[in-house]
């Protein structure tokens, strides 16, 4: 009688523990590769070293992972052959998440982090681009003191609202993983009053601290940041 209570218990425990957690599936395709070659799934709980979650192996330049997973965490692809090395990271979420890997990057769409997370890079990449373009005409040394003028005055405008833009991405996004990432990379836009706003509007029960190192990274940053006023 009490072997069976206990097994009941055990029972209800695990199926408890596994409602809490959300169901991923990532099916990758990657080029340049060896098949049979072994591709490995991983987070860094510390910030500076990897653990692997998982790892695949390659099949017609194919592979794939499946998981549960309890909080949005960053995860890493890594792949190391003779023909390449690779270790990308994205946003490993609940939902069906797609990787493409080629010599020139790596794509991860299907799921609602990932995809904002490419958007948010397109439009960076945007603004970069015009960056590098004025500042390869502003010391092209055919223009005028005026021209020189009025494009440095582009330039700045530009940088501007490329600030601006991020800075309304980080505010709306602060209650979920992306928000907290570039948040970390960009803490430098915001002065150390609106920083530590930010922070206090940070859930942390929807952080994974156990495996993400980004909210007591970011705590550090502000409380360092305050101290230099």
Do not use: H
């Amino acid at each position: 009688m009490n072997r069976s209570i206990t097994f009941t218990l055990i029972a209800l425990l695990l199926l408890s523990c596994s409602e809490r957690k959300e169901k991923y599936n990532i099916v990758g395709y990657i080029d340049n590769c060896n098949n049979g070659d072994s591709i490995q799934l991983a987070c860094s709980p510390n910030g500076v070293t990897l653990e692997e979650i998982s790892q695949s192996y390659i099949n017609d330049k194919k592979f794939a992972f499946n998981g549960y997973i309890e909080n949005s965490k960053i995860a890493y692809i890594c792949y190391k052959s003779s023909k390449q090395n690779i270790c990308s990271m994205f946003f490993l979420e609940k939902g069906n998440i797609n990787i493409k890997i080629d010599t020139t990057k790596c794509l991860v769409t299907g799921t609602p982090l990932n995809n904002l997370s490419n958007t948010i890079d397109d439009s960076i990449k945007y603004y970069i681009e015009r960056l590098e373009k004025i500042e390869e005409l502003y010391y092209s040394d055919i223009l005028n003191d005026e021209e020189l003028a009025q494009l440095g005055a582009e330039g700045f405008n530009l940088q501007e609202r490329l600030i601006s833009y991020l800075k309304q991405i980080i505010q709306e996004n602060i209650g979920n993983l992306l928000g907290l990432y570039l948040l970390v990379v960009y803490n430098d836009f915001f002065t150390p009053e609106d920083l530590s706003t930010l922070v206090s509007k940070i859930p942390p029960s929807s952080i994974d601290r156990a495996n993400n190192p980004l909210y007591d990274i970011i705590i550090g940053i502000a409380q360092e940041r305050k101290t230099w006023e």
